[in-house]
């Protein structure tokens, strides 16, 4: 929210009030308290009929330091809150000398001159991230009266800031105002599902508003060297966040906020689903298993869409027995075959359900301030919503679930929970504002666990469109309703970029686009996308995106990428694990890997898949792709061309291939089973090495397919013309030197250690 008119003026009926200067300080071993007047204070007088906000600060973790301004500290605190779990106490330490006071976390200090003007100043490794200034901390009265506390963050030359959560707006935040506020805006406005009150810089730092309902955020808008944020409230908190990388910046982020569970690795195959508002039965179910069987498409998930249940009665979860009059029978069926099952589900009761008068009647569903249930007739008649604020509510949801659990489902699809009312009462109370963007976390955490309590540790999966902050806990999320052209294939490739580095390490879309029907070269270029992405599901509105009906070219381009993607399982679920340990997403920003390259900062239409991967997808019709290849020798994973950076580089590309470059000095492990998703990746894994330079050395780990850990490791080093491998692996190997032609070398079991001619 913009506050002033220009440098000089404030706008029409607004107030401002900033901290000055330090009137008292207190401080303890591990904490401080400043006192700030809002007017410079010459004399006892001044102390007089003017506010005094009270600024805290702390380190709830190493690296991390929270400053809480409050200016009326009466006021009632209803809740929600996030949850931190990483947050620890007395982890900081106070120092004080003459009129400097600072309090120090890991390498990142906080100081406070207290006989200058008001400053706060964060350090790290002899250098100043950013500051709070004259006009850094304060309170505001609108026209309307509201009160709304502020933060400023000082901007340095050339800063650019990343985050907020799933934007789809220009990947590089300067420049924007926007609020965290929970829409269903689809993907091509300033709207988001998933908003995220997280920002990060290429400075060394980020920063979490810790304030789970509105805050409005100006990034170099209002004030142009700075970040301000702003929340209606009588205190504002935040932690600023020091990296110094950004993946040791998400890191310390997700430790704090949460970390993501590890999908089980089946979820890496492909899913197919019936599509939205198709026509669909058993047959069509079959038809579409049927077809991409004969087709030699392997299928890992089926999910049905909403008219799994019948009309105007979402979600009572009952099967529509016309068209699935055996649904336990049909689930069975297509589990024979090898398919999980994933099912659509809301959290909302429509009025022609029964569960809706079920629900009124014990109280599970939100009610208007006069005791009535809150509803409306957008998306379905009558909707009502459940309270999960209710334990009670929340048990008699998940209770209907586990019934669909026990047919045969595996897991769902959670959508929606972006339009929630303000004008009503939970059952415990929580402030309505603050439950705005806070009710899909209650949603899908609740979901999530249900399936972690059914289906054990690791086997719990979602796919889930609205998240705030701690939403990565409860993966997988995709990037909800876009067009099927290739503008909105990069705005969803975008704010999924976005996402990642908002904390969310698994991230997928809807292959061809959900509005309209694409056209064959965009679903072709889409399939490229969604199947070097960590997820990959084909789904549309009112079109089928089964492949067939995009000609016979684009059933071959399915078929080759996904057979890709299953012999790239062990890489792909490394990179899973990575994002599990530390935060780091599967699909990376390229700002992410190369922080010091300045030629990546703004690069939002390619990305690394896990560490050594770079993806560029093809947005256009005649194949015509523009790309940046960083510094050293890159090797097309697909073609084995090499290419030398850092430079631009113009291609063109048939829908057989793209820009899947595999890093210099990278080892690649590939299954030997690309009929599965799942398969003993150890047991005849290939090594692919792409342009090891002498000396060069690299561990590549295969991970264990029932979760964390390993099943065998390779250490490779090359040493002039030889290449020396080292494992504990007790299966056969092979090891491919170059692209997919390079030269091979096949391995006997239970090689401990093998040297092996490097070609050139």
């Known amino acids: 929210m913009k506050f002033t008119d220009g440098y000089w003026l404030m706008r029409p009926g607004v107030t401002a009030r900033y901290s000055t200067e330090v009137a008292d300080v207190r401080t303890s071993e591990d904490r401080m308290t400043l006192w700030a007047p809002v007017k410079h204070v010459r004399g006892r007088g001044d102390t007089l009929n003017s506010p005094l906000l009270t600024v805290e600060c702390w380190s709830p973790a190493e690296g991390v330091i929270g400053v809480r301004t409050t200016h009326h500290a009466g006021s009632v605190r209803r809740g929600p809150q996030f949850d931190l779990p990483g947050a620890e106490q007395g982890v900081g330490k106070v120092h004080r000398e003459g009129e400097m006071v600072q309090l120090s976390s890991g390498d990142l200090t906080l100081r406070v001159d207290t006989s200058q003007p008001w400053r706060l100043e964060f350090t790290a490794q002899g250098r100043v991230l950013t500051s709070v200034g004259e006009r850094g901390t304060g309170f505001v009265t609108d026209a309307e009266g509201r009160h709304h ?64 309902g509105k805050v409005s955020y100006e990034v170099g808008s209002e004030s142009v060297g700075q970040v301000q944020f702003s929340v209606e409230d009588q205190s504002l908190e935040y932690f600023v966040i020091h990296g110094p990388t950004p993946k040791q910046i998400l890191a310390r982020y997700t ?148 019934t669909l659990l026990d047919v045969g489902v595996d897991c769902f699809k959670t959508d929606f929970g972006e339009r929630i009312p303000t004008d009503v009462v939970w059952h415990d109370r929580s402030d309505p504002e603050l439950m705005h963007n806070y009710y899909t976390h209650l949603y899908n955490q609740a979901v999530f666990e249900l399936l972690r309590e059914e289906r054990g540790e690791g086997e719990a999966l979602l796919f889930a469109r609205s998240a705030t902050a701690g939403g990565q806990q409860y993966p997988v999320h995709w990037g909800g309703d876009c067009a099927s052209h290739f503008s909105a294939m990069a705005e969803s490739l975008r704010g999924g970029l976005s996402l990642g580095l908002s904390g969310f390490g698994f991230w997928s879309h809807d292959i061809g686009g959900f509005e309209g029907t694409p056209t064959p070269t965009v679903f072709k270029r889409w399939t490229q996308f969604g199947l070097l992405s960590s997820h990959s599901r084909l789904h549309g509105s009112r079109s089928y995106r089964v492949p067939w009906d995009y000609g016979e070219e684009a059933v071959e381009v399915t078929r080759e990428f996904t057979l890709l993607k299953h012999r790239l399982a062990p890489y792909l679920q490394y990179a899973a694990q990575q994002a599990h340990a530390t935060g780091v997403p599967v699909m990376r920003a390229m700002v ?24 560029a997808p093809v947005f256009t019709d005649d194949g015509t792709v523009e790309y940046y290849v960083p510094e050293g020798t890159w090797t097309n994973f697909l073609t084995g061309d090499q290419v030398t950076g850092p430079r631009w580089v113009r291609e063109r590309h048939g829908f057989h291939t793209l820009p899947l470059l595999a890093r210099p000095d990278s080892v690649i492990p590939l299954a030997a089973d690309d009929q599965h998703p799942v398969s003993a990746w150890a047991e005849g894994v290939e090594l692919r090495v792409h342009a090891f330079t002498d000396g060069a050395e690299r561990t590549v780990v295969i991970p264990n397919t029932d979760g964390p850990g390993r099943t065998a490791v390779f250490h490779l080093r090359r040493e002039g013309g030889l290449l020396r491998v080292t494992t504990d692996s007790p299966h056969p190997w092979q090891l491919r030197i170059g692209g997919p032609d390079g030269v091979l070398h096949v391995s006997p079991p239970r090689t401990a250690e093998a040297e092996l001619p490097y070609p050139g």
């Open 149 to 212: 506390m502020l933060g400023q963050l000082s901007l340095g030359v050339g800063e650019s800031v990343y985050g907020l959560g799933e934007r789809f707006t220009p990947f590089v935040r300067n420049g924007q105002t926007v609020d965290i506020w929970q829409a269903d805006g689809g993907t091509s406005s300033e709207q988001a599902y998933k908003n995220v009150p997280f920002h990060l810089t290429n400075r060394g730092y980020g920063v979490f508003v810790n304030h789970p």
């Open 255 to 402: 430790a704090l906020t949460g970390r993501p569970a590890l999908p089980p690795a089946w979820a890496l195959g492909l899913w197919l689903t019936t599509s939205f508002t198709t026509d669909y039965d058993e047959a069509t179910v079959n038809r579409f298993v049927g077809g991409m069987a004969e087709r030699g498409i392997p299928l890992s998930v089926f999910h049905l869409d909403c008219f799994w249940m019948r009309e105007y009665q979402w979600c009572d979860f009952d099967w529509d027995s016309d068209t699935f009059p055996d649904p336990a029978g049909m689930l069975a069926r297509l589990k024979r075959q090898g398919l999980r099952i994933s099912a659509w589900i809301n959290p909302y009761i429509a009025q022609k359900s029964a569960l809706f008068a079920e629900g009124m009647r014990e109280g599970y569903l939100v009610r208007r301030p006069d005791g009535s249930v809150w509803q409306w007739d957008l998306w379905q008649p009558g909707m009502a919503l459940v309270d999960f604020t209710d334990p009670a509510a929340r048990d008699w949801y998940t209770g209907k679930l586990r």
């Open 592 to 615: 992410l890997e190369f922080p010091d390259d300045p030629a990546a900062a703004a690069l939002d239409r390619q990305y690394l898949l896990g560490d050594d991967l770079l993806v």
